[in-house]
């Protein structure tokens, strides 16, 4: 029987109706968001206190700010992937996946929904691994690390009392700290020992989502440019916010607020780092504006992006793959997600136990 024919178009319908189940997983977000303790009646109703307090104009500036972030750095996810996956990646594809993971990792603990975006993007992408996958997410992340080392390093010169804020705990506890170094240190030795060969075969299919950096030009224009206008976005975001509040925004303020975000994004493991972000953001503008702005502030801005982003996601998986899909698939795609992650800690444990690891079945 040819696999080109009938069966090839039940494979892409089969993937299709896997893709669905993003769909749904966003659609049923208050069912899993549930299961971490998000009050979702609570959160409605704190959306609807910002919406009515701030103007309008805010709001509106807020979310196009959002979607011109979202949609410039799923422009760059294309590019990278259509250099690893030569003919088998649409924009529109890749703009929906990364908008789902925005989503996702708005409302799930340890961004969850970037796993969930691995695991769409393989369902649409023939030829498509999980490990390319990883090394095109390290291609991606390279104008994001070298934006965040600008902020923490202007941060640092001109402000260094911002690490006075973000850091107490290293200060107060050095043992702690240089134990929890040590430790990490050995137990990545330890993973990359147990699972060298692994690492080697990973290694090598990884590269396939590195192929773009063999074309700088393009890696430049495609990448590079379309993630600093995302970054801009970002800025945008929060000076249109501190403005609805008529917090001071200066570019000092501006770039308090974002590297406080960046450290309690790295540090928290609560979705979209809620309770660790208004904290750091308080302790950020505690020079230009009293606690209790300051926490509006930052509530306004996370709910009002969390909102936007879900509506973003659902609304962009229905205009490209239609509405549909069913409770199993749901399932599938998040189960799919949750055993990668639990693989994951599992090699880790087994790395500490000085086991080998068992090969996934």
Known sequence: MSVHSPSGRASKGARARRILLIVASVVVAASLASLFGWDLRGWFADLWDTISTISIEYIVAGVLAATVKTTATAYA????LRYAYPGQVQFRVVWAAYAVCVALNSILPANLGTVVMFVM???VIASATFAGLVGAFVVQKIFFTLAS???FTYLFVTLPETFDIAFDFLEDNPWATLALLAGGAVLIVLVLISLWHRVVVWWEKMKEGGRILAHPLVYFLRVFLPEFVAWVANL???AIFMAAYAIPVTFDTVMSVVGSNSISNTVSVT???AG?????NVAAL???TDAQTATAYSVSQQLVTTAWSLIMAIALMVWVFG???GKTLVTESYDEAKRRVAEQKAAKEAAKRGEAPQAAG
Do not use: E, R
Request: hydrophobic content about 50%; glycine content about 18%; overall charge negative.
């Open 77 to 80: 996810w294309y590019w990278i």
């Open 121 to 123: 993007l393989t369902s």
């Open 149 to 151: 080392v600008f902020v």
């Open 236 to 238: 945008c975001i929060v």
């Open 271 to 273: 979705p979209g780092g």
């Open 276 to 280: 660790v972000n208004q904290a750091l």
């Open 286 to 288: 505690g020079d230009v």
């Open 323 to 325: 509405w549909g899909g």
